[in-house]
């Protein structure tokens, strides 16, 4: 992780509403979000007027295609559009000296994150906006939301040791080259199961989807934070997963309740974030989904939060989470069961249970009575054919294979990547650098292609492009020749 100070030029990150702040003296109306927040109004415009002009000035040359990034001598200015003229822009300082590589690519990954986790627990910015013209309840979600899912994001391994937060004191960590070259954000991660347990879940899924009555509910199982079984869209699949591998899988909680008082001493999180929205949030119900150490288990093995809190005069569910799916446009609530290693989600129809045609504690109660045993056993069985950290890896490889038409990717594991040489990661960054920029070239067209390149430690670094399938790899074998690299390359053909 490359650390830069949250006070000095390091990063800038701001999300803007083209729309709004146009005429003259009203400027500031259009910034939703900017990090850090302490910094004084002028220099906010200033970062905003910027990207504002970059965006316009690009408009010129390429109507159709949104500005991704500018290049500068001592800065990344990286750009995403989350919705119409619902800007997201990050600012990130060059600093190779403190490792402070990254993959633009990457970086974009994290802001189309956190705009997808917003969307998912929020609705979008654009309705947030009309909603409330004024823009206060709109600044009063994204703030302590953003602030958290910088400040608490935990990176997705299951290596305890690759489990911290991005911010250290006043320090906030960036992924770099050493984490994001052989990962793929916005993706899954899938376990393979034998065809018994397969078998198995399916039958658990379908008592799963009984305990609902007549009604049509969705379902989603993780065993560790790898992904067993999912009824949602890829879409959908990919924003769940990721929010259950940050605060929901049993090594989320066991995480926060180890950082627990760490994160209590460095009090980062939570004095910024009262900082940013103190005075906005008396006036509007503010929901924190993302912050660290908010979710435990119960008695009856559901998990329980208070972070949606009880609304005046409201229901007990309304204390019960509530997300948005994309691709059905309907509001779900979320029930979290979990039996040691493995944890279910369960997705309610809102409206079923608001008319009075669903119980949520009924259903509950329907899935400790009919699937308990079941989930048992399918727990056992698939933790005794576990091979753990090391389960994937190829001996000899270190690659990442993405399938980016179903979000889910495989790569080798982060205990394994880390013994690779420096040289061997900056040569496959580089190499990832410009398939990103060819298939940026393409856009929608399917583009076959294969690059082999050998680093300056003697190292094969790899790249195959196959209409929505890609592979990377790093081979260290001083006496691999490019025939011993290409049949390496083959081997991994059945993707």
């Known amino acids: 992780m490359a650390s830069m100070s949250s006070g000095d030029e390091s990063l800038r990150l701001c999300v803007f509403d083209l729309r709004r702040g146009q005429t003259e003296g009203q400027e ?25 002009g970059l965006i316009t000035f690009t408009r010129l040359f390429s109507p159709e295609a949104a500005c991704e990034v500018i290049e500068a001598e001592r800065h990344s200015h990286v ?53 409330e013209p004024t823009g206060g309840l709109t600044r009063a979600q994204l703030y302590p939301f953003i602030t958290d899912y910088l400040s608490t994001f935990q990176k997705r391994s299951r290596s305890e040791d690759w489990c911290c937060d991005l911010f250290v004191g006043k320090k906030l960590q960036l992924p770099n080259f050493r984490e994001t070259t052989l990962s793929e954000r916005g993706t ?14 399916q039958s658990l899924v379908q008592v799963l ?5 007549n009604l049509q509910c969705h379902s989603m199982i993780l065993f560790q934070d790898l992904l067993v079984s999912t009824t949602l869209s890829p879409d ?6 990721t929010f259950a591998v940050m605060r929901l899988t049993s090594q989320a909680l066991l995480s926060s309740d180890a950082s627990s008082w760490s994160y209590l001493r460095k009090g980062t999180g939570s004095s910024e974030t009262s900082s940013t929205s103190g005075s906005i949030d008396s006036q509007h119900h503010v929901i924190r989904p993302l912050q660290n ?65 669903l119980s ?11 699937a308990s045993l079941r989930i048992m056993k399918i727990e056992e069985k698939i933790s005794r054919g576990w091979g753990g950290e090391n389960a994937y890896h190829v001996k000899g490889y270190r690659y990442l294979v993405v399938d980016t038409d179903l979000e889910v990717s495989r790569a080798s594991p982060s205990g394994k990547v880390a013994t690779l040489a420096k040289e061997s990661l900056l040569a496959l960054n580089k190499l990832r650098e410009e398939v990103d920029l060819e298939k940026s070239r393409a856009k929608r067209q399917e583009r076959d292609l294969e690059i082999c390149i050998r680093a300056k430690n003697n190292a094969w670094v790899i790249a ?7 592979l990377y790899m790093a081979l260290e074998k001083a006496s691999d020749t490019l025939l011993d690299a290409t049949d390496a390359v083959g081997r991994f053909s059945n993707w």
């Open 293 to 357: 150490d908010k979710w435990k288990k119960g008695k009856d093995g559901f998990l329980v939060t208070d972070v949606w809190g009880l609304e005046t005069g409201g229901s007990p569910d309304s204390a019960i989470p509530i997300v948005w799916l994309q691709q059905r446009q309907e509001r779900v609530y979320l029930l979290a069961y979990q039996y040691k290693s493995l944890t279910l989600l369960l997705l309610l129809p809102t409206t079923a249970v608001l008319n009075g045609g």
């Open 360 to 370: 949520v504690s009924a259903v509950k109660h329907q899935v400790i009575e009919q």
């Open 464 to 470: 195959r492009v196959s209409r929505d399938k890609e």
């Open 209 to 213: 989807d009984s305990c609902a009555g």
């Open 236 to 241: 959908d699949t990919t924003n769940l997963f």
């Open 188 to 201: 899954v991660q899938m376990l393979t199961l034998a065809r018994d347990t397969a078998l198995e879940v």
């Open 28 to 52: 500031l109306d259009k910034i939703l979000f900017f990090h850090p927040p302490e910094l004084d109004v002028s220099t906010q415009l200033s970062v905003t007027g910027l990207s504002e």
């Open 79 to 131: 750009f995403f559009e989350a919705e119409t003229d619902i800007w997201m822009v990050m600012v990130v300082e060059k600093n190779k000296d403190t490792g402070a590589i990254w993959r633009i690519d990457a970086l974009r990954g994290m802001l189309k994150e956190v705009h997808s986790l917003f969307v998912m627990f929020h609705g979008s910015v654009r309705a947030l906006l009309e909603k």
